[in-house]
């Protein structure tokens, strides 16, 4: 069955730092979503992207968070100068519509 | 306030029992879904029942929902040790579509099955 993948696993990175996750969604799936979940949280959207804009973003998701899909095949999430409040889970997760969302297994973002 | 809180936040059973999980939620829905997420990984799709379906069942997975009280319950018969994970409820508002149907989390049941 055809999966989510996310890359790096973990990232470890200096506050202040630009870092970047990246996602390789479902190949035939359309909307495309980036979550975190600060641990011991629950899950929290930070924006949705769609016909290669974005169609929502939470207030998490600030001037600081960048999303872009360059290929056709990734989905990044850019953190422009990382803060250690950053420091969460963060999953891309793809869909074909109103249907389940299928998800990656994560990369773990630590900022020192 | 929070949309989507699942009950109890922990549950402990012995293998071979039923758990039940419950979802209460605040706004009106398009559909609820169901995930669960072992330690240290992503989440996982479980069952998807849209606002005017009553109940779905998905073979151990037993999935009702209640539009009026804004509820829904997830029931896993026979529990197993591998069943031992965090579930999710998650909601797509209402109104939905086209561009987005992003997902509203709850807190999670830590469901722990003891072998």
């Known amino acids: 069955e055809p999966e989510v993948t996310q890359t790096p696993s973990h990232q470890v990175t200096q506050m202040g730092q630009e870092v970047i996750l990246r996602c390789v969604p479902i190949?035939?799936?359309?909307?495309f979503y980036w979550y975190r979940q600060i641990l011991g949280q629950k899950v929290e959207f930070l924006v949705s992207?769609?016909?290669?804009?974005?169609?929502?973003k939470s207030e998490i998701f600030d001037d600081q968070f960048s999303v872009e899909r360059p290929d056709g095949s990734n989905f990044t999430l850019k953190i422009r100068s990382t803060k250690l409040e950053d420091s969460a889970m963060y999953f891309c997760?793809?869909?074909?519509?109103?249907?389940?969302?299928?998800f990656g297994d994560g990369t773990r973002l630590s900022i020192l | 306030s929070q949309q989507g809180e699942e009950d109890p936040q922990a549950l402990s059973i012995q293998e071979g029992e039923n758990a039940t999980m419950n979802c209460s939620y605040k706004?009106?829905?398009?559909?609820l879904q169901w995930y669960r997420q072992n330690s240290g990984r992503g989440l996982v799709h479980l069952i998807l029942i849209r606002s005017n379906e009553r109940e779905k069942h998905s073979g151990r997975l037993r999935v009702t929902l209640d539009t009026s009280k804004k509820s829904s319950s997830l029931l896993i018969t026979a529990s197993r040790a591998a069943d031992t994970a965090s579930y999710f409820c998650a909601t797509v508002p209402v109104g939905s579509g086209g561009s987005n149907y992003k997902l509203t989390f709850g807190k999670g049941t830590l469901l722990t099955v003891n072998p």
């Open positions: 706004t009106s829905i398009n559909n």
């Open positions: 190949s035939n799936h359309l909307y």
């Open positions: 992207f769609y016909n290669n804009e974005i169609s929502e």
């Open positions: 997760a793809s869909s074909r519509g109103n249907q389940p969302q299928h």
